[in-house]
Nanobody, 120 residues
Framework: QVQLVESGGGLVQPGGSLRLSCAASSSAFRNFHMGWYRQAPGSQAPGNQRELVASITKGGRRNYADSVQGRFTISRDNSKNTMYLEMNSLKSDDTAVYYC?????????WGQGTQVTVSS
């Protein structure tokens, strides 16, 4: 089972930027399509309550949710078993815990996520 570790979250003002990282424990990472998900405050724990905000195929093709299109950029470095999410022009609605995992399912075990809080 591949382990995933998210990092890079924090508190940022509206309009600010953050860069999230997702480190995978295995080179199997490079053979899977991946995505960034988020779970807003107060939502339920099950995986199907998490919103897919961006995805990237193992070959590098990207897709974005309408809510983040033009503001977020997903990328991956298969040589480092790592995926990134560059987030710009952040809004209060982007406040959530962000997770990485395969996209589409079946999912690997979920990591602990990284908290992003957008507030003045």
């Amino acid at each position: 089972q591949v382990q995933l570790v998210e990092s890079g979250g924090g508190l940022v003002q509206p309009g600010g930027s953050l860069r999230l990282s997702c480190a995978a424990s295995s080179s199997a990472f490079r053979n899977f399509h991946m995505g960034w998900y988020r779970q807003a405050p107060g939502s339920q724990a099950p995986g199907n309550q998490r919103e897919l905000v961006a995805s990237i195929t193992k070959g590098g093709r990207r897709n974005y949710a309408d809510s983040v299109q033009g503001r977020f950029t997903i990328s991956r470095d298969n040589s480092k078993n790592t995926m990134y999410l560059e987030m710009n022009s952040l809004k209060s609605d982007d406040t959530a815990v962000y997770y990485c995992n395969t996209s589409p399912p079946p999912w690997w075990s979920w990591g602990q996520g990284t908290q992003v809080t957008v507030s003045s």
